[in-house]
């Protein structure tokens, strides 16, 4: 079977609206987080899903875990930790942990994690990761509001199916075999932002 990558044009158009989303609500100039506001903080942010893969015509579940450590700053340059962990029924994995520095706006390719091209943008208070897969794309939200103790972020990563392609392939394989996923659901997530230096 042939695949083709999806290309980053596509994938903002895919992403641009999550399905059933609402219009945002009206912030005020005093509210709105610039990314000046983030410059010398620290995310950390752990999203869990539910996958459901399939090969050799046969489905299986696993749970898979994104950690990101993100180092703001200065200006639109940051430090970015990705470290991935699978618990399938064959046991526990954790991936190869990955470290980059990173430029808002440029794209890049994606060497592991599924493979594909990437680009990482700042928009009304949103810092997303958005990233082509053989087949589909995916995109990381870190959602920023003021707290009373600061800054708060929510995360969240969805996928976005191609139209009569409901599957996503990553470019990784087993034992030559391509990895399918079929279906996910959201476990948890949690996100913070600590003001400066590593938490």
């Known amino acids: 079977m042939k695949w083709q990558t999806i290309s980053l044009v596509a994938i903002v158009i895919l992403l641009s609206v999550p399905a059933g989303s609402q219009p945002a609500a009206e912030k005020s100039p005093r509210d709105a987080i610039l990314l000046q506001d983030l410059d010398g903080s620290t995310i950390v942010a752990e999203i869990t899903r539910e996958q459901r893969g399939r090969r050799e015509n046969r489905e299986f579940k696993t749970t898979y875990q994104q950690e990101w450590t993100l180092v703001m700053g200065p200006g639109d340059i940051f430090q970015v930790t990705f470290t991935p962990t699978s ?43 958005l990233r082509t897969y053989r087949v589909g794309a995916g995109r990381m939200t870190i959602e920023f509001t003021r707290g009373v103790t600061g800054l708060q972020c929510t995360a969240n990563y969805v996928f976005a199916y191609e139209d009569g392609k409901p599957y996503i392939v990553l470019d990784s394989t087993i034992n030559g075999e391509p990895t399918i996923i079929v279906g996910d659901r959201k476990v948890s997530s949690h996100c913070r932002v600590f003001a400066t230096g590593q938490p």
């Open 87 to 129: 618990l399938t029924p064959s046991g526990k994995r954790t991936g190869k942990t990955n470290k980059s520095t990173i430029r808002l706006d440029d794209h890049y390719t994606i060497r592991s994690a599924g493979g594909g091209e990437a680009t990482w943008m700042f928009r009304d208070g949103v810092l997303s990761f």
